[in-house]
């Protein structure tokens, strides 16, 4: 098992720009979620999936939309990026939406917009 | 308030010691509970669940007070391996939503 990867590793934007980041697992998890990580503020949900066709907004959602087609996949689109979403973002799974389940977590990626 | 707050550190120790880091979280209905370990420039990855008896796997210790509202985590005899960013992390029973502290930083010298 791959677990969860994410693509691309590194990006640079320029401000007003558009992109996506993808998120893959092959665990077959109903339960996906992207967060953002900044210095001094942890990690901070942005979107989540609670399997194919549902998706709800997390804690800081605001210039970022997502879609959940299929199990595996679950893309974190930027509409016009800006300085501010300048982070890390994570991308993790769980096998359901228990509370008390692992989160495994993608590599990250390293997004800065000028 | 913030839902978790956590002691950043940094917190250098020498190889060998004792060293513990407390976490506060707000929501008292809050029902689960975990450290997450991140080494630098990687994804966190979970270190252990921290259950209302408490728990311990090797060297480490997780205990839960849920009257004062805080998690702990104790590293007995600490290793240069130890070294990394620890997170809390609590889920306040509103939903499918965890809540991170901001991460406490250990360095253990040789």
């Known amino acids: 098992n791959a677990g969860v990867t994410q693509t691309p590793k590194f990006q640079v934007l320029k401000t007003g720009q558009s992109m996506t980041l993808q998120c893959a697992q092959d665990?077959?998890?109903?339960?996906m979620s992207w967060y953002r990580q900044d210095p001094g503020m942890g990690l901070r949900l942005i979107h989540y999936s609670v399997g194919a066709g549902i998706t709800d907004q997390g804690e800081v959602p605001n210039g970022y939309n997502v879609s959940r087609s299929t199990t595996e996949d679950f893309p974190l689109r930027l509409l016009s990026a800006a300085p501010s979403q300048t982070s890390v973002y994570f991308c993790?799974?769980?096998?359901?939406?228990?509370?008390?389940?692992?989160?495994?977590f993608g590599p990250g990626t390293r997004l800065t917009v000028l | 308030r913030k839902e978790v707050e956590q002691d950043p550190g940094p917190f250098n120790v020498p190889e060998g010691a004792t060293v513990a880091f407390n976490c506060t979280y707000s929501n008292s209905a809050s029902q689960s509970f975990f450290w997450y370990r991140q080494d630098c420039r990687k994804e966190p990855k979970l270190l252990m669940s921290v259950y209302s008896s408490g728990n311990e796997d090797g060297r480490f210790t997780a205990q839960l007070n849920r009257a004062s509202q805080y998690i702990s985590l104790l590293i007995r005899d600490s290793k240069l391996s130890d070294s990394a960013t620890y997170l809390c992390v609590v889920n306040p029973n509103t939903g499918n939503q965890f809540y991170f502290g901001t991460g406490t930083s250990l360095t253990v010298i040789p």
């Open positions: 993790a799974s769980t096998s359901d939406g228990s509370s008390y389940n692992e989160q495994f």
């Open positions: 665990m077959n998890h109903e339960y």
